[in-house]
């Protein structure tokens, strides 16, 4: 190319654009409304300033932009791992064992909302809602129920659960001390991230200062106990899910990763005790440049906060692990085929972008939870990425793209901006009293709906390229004898436990829960005595207040 300047070129050679979408003029935007050049040169990377080439770098080295591992995928393949739960445990159990059979490398436990927010499923609030949209897991006999014939020596296991987290992950280890696995082998993730419930999700239980008292006991014990497992899962899917932009979700994710790193230094932890197990879940969403850009960005925030921030020295605390999905919200009803082609673009926007582990989303999950088909067809999306796409091939493959670069840099900088806003308030649980982040989400998911609305936004099938198409067949429906035999189990477990032993297990975690000594132990003491999910939160729900509607929703 000649050796004019971007803006000679624009002049001399670029023709007016077209828009393809009928009320943005000639504006080209990302989703998250950051503007799009028509070309990429070196001069946006001049715009970036000196650090530019220092933030770049390699990959394996601080600020990790490139990938946390010099290699990425050819030292090892992301973990696929495909979120499943549904009707009993004996059903999620059967899907997991199908799942690993056909290739699927760690396990994704979804639980049902009466687990998610600490109701037994006997309990009047669970009435319709059991192992409807997860596995229902209200006692010990349940979780080995779930885990039966699955090494957990050999599988890592990731648990989307946050307000009955602390209680599921005792859970687990009860399993593993059944079947012979020592604690400290254990590997996987408890997602553990409460604050993001009070913004985008919902499923709470107590209020938010003591629920971080929660999470925080989680990294203690997990830190002398269970090394090896990942104490949270930070995540801005959820938040994105509701309608938050790339940008919020970056800023608002590392808002309350930055109050979970505090509270627990407050606690008496040292940030490199616990910074190597901390983890994030992230979306990808259909914009392919903007989300491979946002988790680059990710890296590169991650690694200074902790540095800079926080004094992190080792380098294991400053690097930046996440999960990501592909985008639910996504998903329509209209052309269930299409989805297809946004979760294939979304997953390779989660490998372009090197994503530890990913799951891809299946056609039918906006009518229904997914068939067993069209969850082998999911896997097989990754399996195909993988192994004959060649995109596993070469580490961070668009660094140096001027468009992905700048792009990373725009990212990062509104994200930061966000966060001083935060800081301004008061950190993020202040800000999430106040009811600021929903807001901002509320208003930028106001806005895409007016995108689609009037059509400046195109949703293929949707509000373009409307044609009728025959409805799937074979949707997965939930039988109502599950809830029955979920029920029957809950009512055999109290009736053969003993009493005394669950009511002086109960007694000693009200006692705990008032005082300070990490809830944890006896959380375990509770489950192994047989007290149910329910009647443990129901302790800490005495203690700590049940939690009603913040400000905002």
Avoid at 199 to 209: F, K, V
Avoid at 361 to 370: G, K, V
Wanted: charged share 25%.
């Amino acid at each position: 190319m000649p050796s004019s300047s971007k803006d000679e070129w624009k002049e001399n050679t670029l023709g007016p654009s077209v828009s393809r979408f009928p009320q943005r003029q000639d504006q080209f935007i990302t989703d998250s409304g950051l503007e799009i050049d028509a070309l990429y040169s070196p001069e946006n990377l001049a715009d970036a300033g000196p650090d530019f080439q220092r933030d770049v770098g390699f990959p394996g080295e601080y600020p990790y932009t490139r990938g946390v591992q010099p290699n990425t995928y050819r030292g090892r393949i992301w973990t696929m791992r495909q979120y499943s739960g549904y009707a009993t445990a004996a059903d999620t159990n059967e899907r997991f064992r199908y799942l690993l059979d056909q290739g699927q490398t760690g396990l994704s436990v979804a639980f049902d909302l009466p687990t998610q927010i600490g109701y037994d499923s006997d309990h009047v609030l669970a009435k319709g809602e059991v192992g409807k949209v997860g596995v229902p897991i209200c006692s010990l006999a349940d979780m080995e129920a779930l885990l039966e014939g699955i090494p957990l020596d050999k599988v890592s296991t990731s648990m989307t659960i946050n307000a009955t987290a602390s209680i599921l992950l005792c859970l687990y280890i009860a399993v593993a001390k059944r079947q012979g696995v020592s604690a400290d082998t254990l590997t996987g993730t408890i997602q553990n991230d409460i604050l993001k419930e009070y913004i985008a999700r919902g499923t709470y239980a107590y209020p938010p200062r003591p629920s971080m008292r929660l999470v925080v006991d989680v990294f203690k014990y997990c830190a002398e106990n269970v090394p090896r497992w990942n104490t949270i899962s930070v995540s801005g899917y959820h938040m994105r899910e509701a309608g938050a932009t790339a940008v919020q979700e970056l800023a608002f994710t590392f808002a309350d990763a930055i109050e979970y790193v505090q509270a627990a230094m407050d606690a008496g932890l040292a940030v490199d005790d616990f910074g190597p197990r901390l983890s994030f879940f992230f979306v990808a969403q259909n914009n392919l440049f903007e989300e491979v850009a946002k988790f680059r960005a990710a890296r590169r925030m991650w690694a200074r906060i902790m540095k800079e921030r926080f004094g992190a020295k080792d380098p294991r605390s400053m690097m930046l692990r996440f999960h990501t999905q592909t985008a639910g919200v996504s998903l329509t009803a209209q052309q269930p085929d299409n989805n297809l082609i946004r979760c294939t673009v979304q997953a390779l926007a989660a490998v372009l972008g090197g994503s530890q582990s990913l799951h891809v989303n299946s056609r039918d999950e906006a009518l229904a939870l997914p068939t067993e088909e069209s969850v082998q067809l999911s896997l097989r999306t990754q399996q195909i990425l993988a192994f004959e796409s060649g995109t596993a091939d070469v580490v961070d493959p668009l660094g140096g793209s001027y468009y992905v670069e700048s792009l990373t840099d725009k990212l990062e900088e509104e994200a930061l901006k966000y966060l001083e806003r935060i800081d301004g308030i008061g950190g993020a649980v202040t800000a999430i009293e106040q009811g600021f982040q929903v807001r901002e989400i509320a208003d930028a998911a106001y806005q895409h709906r007016q995108e689609v609305e009037s059509g400046s936004r195109t949703i293929v099938g949707v509000n373009q390229f409307v044609t009728e198409s025959e409805p799937l067949q074979g949707l997965l429906r939930v039988d109502e004898r599950a809830a029955q035999e979920q029920l029957s189990r809950l009512a055999q477990v109290r009736e053969k436990r003993d009493p005394a032993a669950v009511q002086a297990a109960l007694a000693r975690l009200d006692e705990v829960a008032r005082g300070e000594e990490n809830t944890v132990p006896v959380i375990l003491e509770c489950v192994e005595a047989n007290c149910t999910l329910g009647e443990i939160c129901q302790v800490f729900r005495g203690v700590f207040g049940d939690q009603q509607e913040l400000a905002g929703f």
